[in-house]
């Protein structure tokens, strides 16, 4: 049965999307079978993935909402292993019509059940809100991934989240576990950004990722191009940022076994922008 999680943080801008669709590709590029889930109304993760929202007929709205078959709604990507459940704008009115509904939270949970046997992973791309669709999104997790910005505001808001996981896993999910804080948008020539890895890892300690997200101008094009970093640019260091962190999500899991020197792709050669 796959693993679902969660990439959350109710702060725009600190690369939840990216993640999604980047881990998503990088564990189907190592030959994981990957549903990737769109739960934010703005779509970014299926158009960034190189589906037109505009185009399609069926999304996570008509799986929660009208209970339609999630098999129905799945699309393929051209990423080998990597499927989609695409989002549309329509999920904006989603928490409206949830309000009067029982086991409102766990609406998302009862979609994913449907198909979890036929993943090894299932990656939710949160929106950036603590509303009742990323409370869903919780509540059908196993895990929950926060990517951190490695800027003056880093832990701006990491409190009400860590305190709504709280409560989901009081009330609604007591199975969920935090899978890891994930550092992103890294720029090593600035001081701050060195502060904020510090204190981050001061403050969270074991479950902060080895693997850091450096800033990357290839991880800004790929989704103009409706690709991952791994397909637009294998190379680029973004692509191997996330090969990385998948590499991690795997050990984490126990899902692989590798010596010290097979952790991490070794960059050596590799030149960047």
């Given at each position: 049965m796959?693993?679902?999680?969660?990439?959350?943080?109710?702060?725009?801008?600190?690369?939840?999307?990216?993640?999604?669709i980047n881990l998503a590709a990088a564990l189907a590029i190592l030959e994981y079978k990957v549903l990737l889930i769109d739960a934010d109304p703005q779509a970014n993760a299926t158009?960034?993935?190189?589906?037109?929202?505009?185009?399609?007929?069926?999304s996570i709205y008509e799986s929660i909402i009208d209970d339609r078959e999630t098999s129905d709604i799945i699309l393929k990507t051209g990423t080998p292993n990597l499927d989609l459940i695409p989002a549309h704008i329509d999920l904006?009115?989603?928490?409206?019509?949830?309000i009067n509904l029982p086991d409102r939270e766990k609406m998302m949970r009862k979609a994913i059940n449907k198909v979890r046997e036929?993943?090894?992973?299932?990656?939710?791309?949160?929106a950036?809100?603590?509303?009742?669709?990323?409370?869903?999104?919780?509540?059908?997790?196993?895990?929950?991934?926060?990517?951190?910005?490695?800027?003056?505001?880093?832990?701006e808001g990491l409190g009400k989240l860590l305190n709504t996981i709280k409560i989901v896993q009081t009330h609604i999910n007591q199975d969920l576990a935090i899978e890891g804080v994930l550092l992103t948008m890294y720029d090593s020539r600035l001081r701050l950004a060195n502060q904020v890895i510090e204190d981050v890892?001061?403050?969270?300690?074991d479950i902060v990722f080895d693997t850091v997200i450096y800033r990357n101008t290839k991880l800004g094009e790929a989704p103009s191009f409706g690709e991952s970093i791994i397909v637009y640019d294998v190379a680029s260091r973004g692509a191997v940022n996330y090969l990385?962190?998948?590499?991690?999500?795997?050990?984490r899991n126990n899902m692989t076994e590798m010596s010290n020197e097979e952790k991490t792709i070794n960059t050596d050669n590799i030149e960047y922008e």
């Open positions: 796959g693993k679902v999680i969660a990439i959350a943080n109710q702060k725009g801008g600190v690369g939840k999307t990216t993640t999604s158009s960034g993935i190189g589906i037109d929202p505009e185009s399609i007929k069926l904006v009115g989603a928490e409206i019509e949830m036929n993943y090894d992973f299932i990656i939710i791309d949160c950036p809100s603590l509303g009742l669709i990323t409370v869903n999104a919780l509540a059908a997790a196993d895990s929950v991934i926060i990517p951190v910005q490695c800027e003056y505001f880093a832990l890892r001061n403050h969270f300690q990385n962190l998948a590499r991690e999500v795997l050990q």
